[in-house]
């Protein structure tokens, strides 16, 4: 019943920027922190931003900070992660996530609903 659905992935070269985003339904939107986290193929999912419920605060991995922006538009149920300055690091599946609770959410294991994940490639 809950769905998060991401988009925005594709290729693109170092340097360059996408913006991620993430539909949201089957839940009430407003009353969840969402997030944004990252897995590279044999590694640990890992954190990458979150933002509280009305947007009013938001938290990076150390990072990431400067490069990456996350937002939401509570009208659209819709949540969008703007990635500038890209790096082949960076390449990696990038996941929607959804945590019941008024507070930022860096630990992973934390998070309640997870979207199918959207692939972003960074080229050299």
């Known amino acids: 019943q809950v769905q998060l659905v991401e988009s925005g992935g594709g290729l693109v070269q170092a340097g360059g920027s996408l913006r991620l985003s993430c539909a949201a339904s089957?839940?009430?939107?407003?009353?969840?922190?969402m997030g944004w986290c990252r897995q590279v193929p044999g590694k640990e999912r890992e954190f990458v931003a979150a933002?509280?419920?009305?947007?009013?605060?938001?938290y990076y991995a150390d990072s990431l900070k400067g490069r990456f922006t996350i937002s939401r538009d509570n009208a659209k149920n819709t949540v969008y992660l703007q990635m500038n300055s890209l790096k082949p690091e960076d390449t990696a599946e990038y996941y929607c996530?959804?945590?019941?609770?008024?507070?930022?959410?860096?630990?992973?294991?934390?998070?309640?609903?997870w979207g199918q994940g959207t692939q972003v490639t960074v080229s050299s």
């Open positions: 996530a959804a945590a019941q609770t008024l507070y930022i959410v860096t630990i992973t294991q934390h998070y309640d609903y």
């Open positions: 089957g839940l009430t939107f407003n009353r969840y922190t």
């Open positions: 933002i509280t419920w009305n947007g009013g605060a938001t």
